[in-house]
């Protein structure tokens, strides 16, 4: 469940861009699905995860998958610092799982 609310919070991002400030109507509805699915999916989780971590992993996907995006489908910039934070943040949220706040 955490995984796929990362993901919605992938598409919330992406879609709040791709909205021009709400006033392009398809992805400004976009956002708001995916946004209402990501939280519902986050609150599902956490009955069963630690916050801390369950929340890591939720903004660690977002923020890498959003980076990502960003880099691949929008032509954002991928210089080697940003790979290098990137891989911070998994470092991050893989470190947290391993020391026992997942299940």
């Known amino acids: 469940m955490i995984i796929a609310a990362g993901l919605f919070e992938v598409v919330m991002a992406y879609s709040l861009k ?3 400030g709400f006033s392009v109507p398809l992805p400004s509805i976009g956002f708001a699905v995916s946004a ?5 999916l986050l609150a599902l989780a956490l009955r069963s995860l630690e916050v801390g971590t369950a929340y890591a992993v939720w903004t660690g996907i977002g ?3 959003t980076a990502v995006a960003g880099m691949v489908v929008l032509g954002e910039n991928a210089s080697p610092m940003k790979i290098a934070s990137i ?5 991050g949220v893989v470190g947290l799982n391993l ?5």
């Open 87 to 91: 891989a911070l943040i998994l470092a």
């Open 63 to 65: 923020a890498v998958g």
């Open 99 to 103: 020391a026992g706040g997942g299940h």
């Open 36 to 40: 209402v699915l990501s939280f519902g």
């Open 18 to 20: 791709l909205s021009a």
